[in-house]
């Protein structure tokens, strides 16, 4: 039989065991529970918290699975996260927005297109969420070379989700020739990654705003604006997947591009303008589909596809103004062309025979149909 021995206040030992452990645990939860915290200022925008100066100071010390929250302020890192975190500005409602610039001291960190290069933001883990915060290259780099500059890499194998933010100054410009070095990215995600961009503002950016090699990536309602001389504002490539729906994209040669997808690709409801070349153009692409978009002229093409074997529905867009023409498909294998809009072209739809064209509308077009050659 268990006795309680007393102890000298009368009370029980177990009894005062009991209170000092609820004590320790009571502590211990309330540090659990306050939030983690990034502010350069000596007191945190959020208290009581447990408060760090530096973004990367925060991510190393977090849990699994945590919210680091950072507070209104300009901070010079380069950073890397590597356990699945949510990194969240706060206190945006005071006019400031936290935002992450380039340190003068950075380093390569990234491998892109076979050379080392510079990420702003280097995510190597899975369910890593980036929200409420700015990634501002501030055009750091001045001199040509092999080294590309993004804002916000998703390594191999990494997932998440970008979400209401603004990536941008991701371009060198070099001082000697006065000209875009088209070397930065806004927002890249690499082969296997699995990557969603909502609501996002990617701007002034010399050669890709998003781009998706060999990894599933969805762009949803978000505004690209490439520099003038970039390449693609939104570009898939190697059998690559996902979604681009609902976006505003402008500049560059091309506002959508995709290199040798087959199928699980989906280009619609977006509005593309102020393109060079090509609204939207797909060269080895297979059963992709291209629908509901508005494309507003500059480039000689609205809708370029070559190179493929078929497959590809084009449905339901609107093109007006190319220089040159409307859409144009140059696959061997049946493509359906149908109930798109095209107004002021001098050529309408330039398609193969074994393509199924039909019920589209023509307005001041000067050729309405006719065969590739």
Known sequence: MQRNVASPDGRSGVSALGCVLAMVLLASARAVAAPIVVDPNATACVTPSVHFTTIQ????????????????????????????????????????????????????????????????????????????????????????????????????????????????NQFVHDSGSGTDCRMGIGIFAQGGSVLT?????????????????????????????????????????????????????????????????????????????????DGITCNGCNGVTVSENKVYGDGPNGIFFMSCSGGNLIQSNQITGSSHQGIFVDCPA??????????????GITALPGDVVTKNKFYNVGTNIRTAQ
């Open 57 to 168: 100071q925060a991510i190393d010390a977090a849990p699994v699975g945590a919210t680091v929250q950072v507070c209104p302020g300009q901070y010079q890192e380069q950073i890397s996260i590597y356990k699945p975190l949510t990194l969240k500005g706060v206190g945006a409602g005071s006019g400031w927005v936290p935002t992450i610039r380039l340190p003068a001291g950075f380093v390569t960190n990234v491998v892109l297109y076979g050379w080392p290069s510079v990420a702003q933001v280097l995510v190597q883990s899975q369910n890593v969420t980036l929200t409420n915060l700015v990634i501002d290259g501030s055009n750091t780099l001045d001199t040509c070379s092999n080294l590309y500059l993004a804002g916000i890499v998703y390594e191999s194998g990494a997932s998440g989700a970008v979400r209401r933010a603004s990536v941008r």
């Open 197 to 277: 961009v909502q609501d996002s503002d990617i701007s002034s950016i010399d050669c890709l705003g998003v781009s998706n090699d060999q990894s599933s990536v969805n762009v949803k309602t978000s505004v690209i604006s490439v520099r003038g001389g970039a390449e693609v504002g939104v570009n898939f490539a190697n059998n690559a997947s996902g979604t681009i729906s609902g976006n505003f994209v402008s500049g560059g040669e091309v506002g959508i591009g995709g290199w040798f997808v087959t199928g699980d690709v989906t280009i619609a409801n977006n509005i593309i303008s102020k393109f060079t070349r």
């Open 334 to 347: 049946s493509d359906t062309i149908t109930l798109n809009i095209l107004q002021d072209l001098p050529y």
